[in-house]
Nanobody
């Protein structure tokens, strides 16, 4: 079981930027960043595989960038041009992304979440 710790959330004005970090207790195959807004289902925002393949939700393409530093067992989510609709609790998840698959598959391990609030 991997332990995941998110950090970097906060309050920012629309158009601003934040960088979220997800520190894992050991290197895992793939990481996904999810978010959950009040009254809504948790959704996958971005994911990255062990060989640096990435995937993004359409609404964040061109604004968010996911990256990883395997030496630090850390995955980052750089968020720019933030919008009020990006407001949510952001979670990272430890999963897998097989070489034959186009998509990230979530696993059972989640971080505690970090709040991102974008004011208009």
């Amino acid at each position: 079981q991997v332990q995941l710790v998110e950090s970097g959330g906060g309050l920012v004005q629309a158009g601003g930027s934040l960088r979220l970090s997800c520190a894992a207790s050991f290197t895992i195959n793939a990481i996904g960043w999810y978010r959950q807004a009040p009254g809504k289902q948790r959704e996958l925002v971005a994911s990255i595989s062990s060989n640096y393949r990435t995937n993004y939700k359409d609404s964040v393409k061109g604004r968010f960038t996911i990256s990883r530093d395997n030496a630090k067992n850390t995955v980052y989510l750089q968020m720019s041009s933030l919008k009020p609709e990006d407001t949510a609790v952001y979670y990272c998840n430890g999963g897998v992304w097989p070489a034959w698959s186009r998509t990230y598959n979530s696993g059972p391990d989640w971080g505690q979440g970090t709040q991102v609030t974008v004011s208009s």
